[in-house]
């Protein structure tokens, strides 16, 4: 009894230590971290089973005394360590590495002479910036004024998507550390009082709840950094940040505001929410709508509202997919007028804001001269797909263009049809690029005279099928899941009953395969078990002809505006279905292949009613026409 009060005495005597000048770095030196996760988990800070040479003196004598007392308090410790991490504030802290890990790379890789000064600036906190605190008036002092420095170095349009993410990270930890008197309040709902506000605020109001370590993470694992985040969320937000610094500019120039209904306009599309949300869209649709629909005066003391209304448009057309949505988009793009401003601007915008390649700007030039896609503008079109340098951003805007002058053109439509199938070779290529534009935004109703991106995705649909199932299959390999004998390849020449034959014992030996390999592991679903669920769900698609299980797959496969790893709740639960006829089919004797082709197609059949389910609650709440 004497010795547990006296643990728990010098327990409340070392507590208080924790927060001691000369003992707090110490202390958390007798901290080790676990190997990092991928999102640096603050519950991977545990004690260690050492003291620091400090703590111990270097003697030994009383190494297991000093252990014992530091297990007593290890609970008590980590939890408060732990709570410490739990706020937002604190998740933010513990990201100081990988935002003083770039500021090395930031230095190396950049030319700007402000970006140079911002890695500097980071970099004289050094790496233990957020483990302890000499002097923390003066390191108060330095944080306001690197804040300031941030500040105004995020005005800068020549900052890439990479700096400027990794510049956001970094101010965001930063203001982490004021005290709440001391930060700029960001407004929750923006009004014109706001639009005075530097260009730092809308980005971290557009940014403030996303986790950009993963982000950053990825765009700074290689040099030169990728042009754009593959998180669309992000890149969204980044480009949405970029048109509203731009619109003010234009403002401030003039000397004049804003007329009141493009003014009301402008701040419902900086107080779109990040992921936008569809009535959020339907709403900013409807004022682009009321904003083309006016009869506009152009001066040149008057902000051009047209060609600022279409940008927003645009914008919203380029990455925002939800389907109710982006119906509301296509009945813009259907009225004449409107459709007319759209296509207008559409070109003159990219042509004054992008670095085009020569053949690029000379067919955009074309197109603003005559409305008309001809024979010759098809194989130049064709011709810049095999220049991998462009960017997809670009080829994708030019199919935007293309896709405007077809509209309400039956004549032409049918013309750029025949000239595009003699280039059939290129489809899968002209697929993939128009893919990654739209982001999975791919109707699986395909009515062609909707979208004529729509005709892209069903021209030689099989070709196109054929070498995504080969890619998945190739992946597959690479990451070990299978061998070559093992997949499908090079067997479209066959006819049904044999390719229905061969297919479904390929899909034998694959079943078997992963369901002895889930019985020893029964792991949780690896990214590579739902690729391997894709693979096979492609497999039994070509197997039936089934298109619509295709293009279900293709539209339903990813979350929209997310990472291709967040999948929706119609891929996970027909790729859960998958997984159980795995666990299922086959028992302990593997089962014999009569009995697996059987079990295989009910397995079949309950996709059919999956996707009619699907379909069905897009009717009811009236996203798709009956």
Same mark, same amino acid.
């Given at each position: 009894?004497?010795?547990? #009060? ?5 327990? =409340? ?11 707090? =770095?110490?202390?958390?030196?007798? +901290? ?5 996760? %991928? ?5 991977? =800070? ?21 252990? @014992? ?26 990201? !100081? ?14 030319? @700007?002479?402000?970006?140079? %000064? ?8 050094? *790496? ?37 993410? !990794? ?5 965001? +930890? =930063? ?7 001391? /930060? ?13 506000? *530097? ?24 040099? *030169? ?17 970029? &048109? ?33 949300? @569809? ?18 005066? $152009? ?19 380029? +990455? ?34 992008? $670095? ?31 220049? %991998?340098?462009? *960017? ?46 739209? #982001? ?27 070498? +995504? ?22 067997? %479209? ?29 029964? /792991? ?5 078990? !739902? ?42 639960? &027909? ?36 996707? !009619? ?14």
């Amino acid at each position: 009894m004497t010795r547990s #009060y006296l643990s728990f005495y010098l327990i =409340l005597l070392l507590l208080p230590l924790l927060y001691s000048c000369r003992l707090n =770095l110490p202390l958390l030196h007798g +901290y080790k971290k676990l190997d990092p996760t %991928e999102e640096e988990d603050p519950r991977t =800070l545990l004690l260690a089973d050492h003291l620091t040479d400090f703590q111990a003196g270097k003697h030994n004598s009383n190494r297991e005394n000093a252990k @014992s007392l530091f297990q007593t308090t290890k609970v008590a410790l980590t939890h408060l360590f732990v709570t410490k991490t739990q706020t937002p504030d604190g998740q933010s802290m513990i990201s !100081w590495k990988l935002w003083y890990d770039n500021s090395h790379k930031v230095s190396e890789s950049s030319a @700007s002479a402000g970006v140079q %000064e911002m890695a500097e600036a980071v970099l004289k906190f050094g *790496p233990q910036f957020d483990r302890h605190q000499h002097n923390p008036e003066r390191e108060m002092e330095y944080i306001m004024s690197t804040i300031d420095l941030f500040s105004r170095s995020l005005e800068d349009d020549k900052l890439s998507a990479a700096e400027r993410i !990794w510049s956001v990270g970094v101010l965001s +930890y =930063l203001r982490a550390r004021l005290p709440e008197e001391k /930060k700029s309040v960001i407004p929750s709902l923006w009004t014109a009082e706001d639009l005075r506000r *530097p260009r730092e605020q809308f980005l971290l109001f557009f940014l403030g709840d996303k986790d950009l370590r993963p982000v950053a993470r990825q765009m700074w694992s290689e040099f *030169p950094t990728e042009v754009e985040s593959s998180e669309r969320v992000i890149q969204e937000a980044i480009q949405r940040g970029s &048109i509203v610094h731009l619109v003010k500019k234009q403002t401030d120039m003039i000397h004049n505001e804003p007329p009141p209904d493009f003014q009301e306009l402008f701040l419902a599309f900086i107080n779109l929410k990040t992921p936008i949300k @569809s009535q959020k869209a339907l709403s900013l649709i409807d004022l682009i709508k009321k904003q083309l629909n006016e009869p506009q005066t $152009k001066n040149w003391n008057r902000l051009d509202e047209e060609s600022n209304t279409v940008r927003l448009f645009l914008h919203l057309e380029e +990455y925002h997919y939800e389907i109710e949505s982006c119906l509301g988009l296509e009945k813009l793009i259907r009225i004449p007028n409107i459709r007319e401003q759209i296509l207008k601007n559409a070109i003159s915008l990219q042509l004054a804001t992008e $670095k085009l390649h020569p053949v690029f700007r000379n067919l955009l030039i074309g197109f603003e001269k005559t409305k008309l896609v001809d024979s010759h503008r098809v194989t130049k079109v064709l011709e810049l797909l095999k220049q %991998e340098q462009i *960017p997809i951003t670009q080829l994708g805007r030019l199919f935007r263009v293309i896709n405007l002058v077809l509209h309400g053109n039956k004549k032409i439509y049918k013309s750029f049809i025949l000239q595009l199938d003699e280039h059939s070779e290129m489809i899968p290529k002209l697929f993939e690029i128009l893919f990654k534009y739209r #982001y999975v935004r791919m109707n699986p109703q395909m009515l062609p005279w909707q979208d004529r991106y729509d005709f892209i995705f069903t021209t030689r649909e099989e070709q196109t099928a054929e070498k +995504y199932r080969n890619d998945l299959g190739k992946l597959l390999i690479t990451k070990g899941v299978f061998t070559s004998h093992e997949i499908i390849r090079d067997i %479209e020449y066959l006819n049904e009953p044999s390719k229905k034959t061969m297919v479904t014992a390929t899909l034998y030996g694959i079943f078997k395969k992963i369901s002895r390999s889930r019985r020893i592991t029964r /792991k949780e679903h690896t990214n590579t078990d !739902w690729l391997t669920a894709e693979y096979i769900l492609h497999l039994i698609s070509f197997k039936n002809n089934d298109k619509i299980l295709y293009r279900h797959l293709r539209h339903d496969q990813h979350v929209p505006e997310k990472v291709p790893e967040a999948y929706t709740l119609f891929f996970k639960e &027909i790729g859960d279905e998958i997984f159980r006829f795995i666990d299922n089919a086959f028992g302990d004797d593997d089962g014999n292949f009569d009995t697996f082709a059987k079990a295989l197609k009910e397995l079949e059949n309950s996709f059919f009613f999956m996707i !009619w389910k699907t379909d069905r609650s897009r009717y009811e709440n009236g996203v798709l026409k009956i």
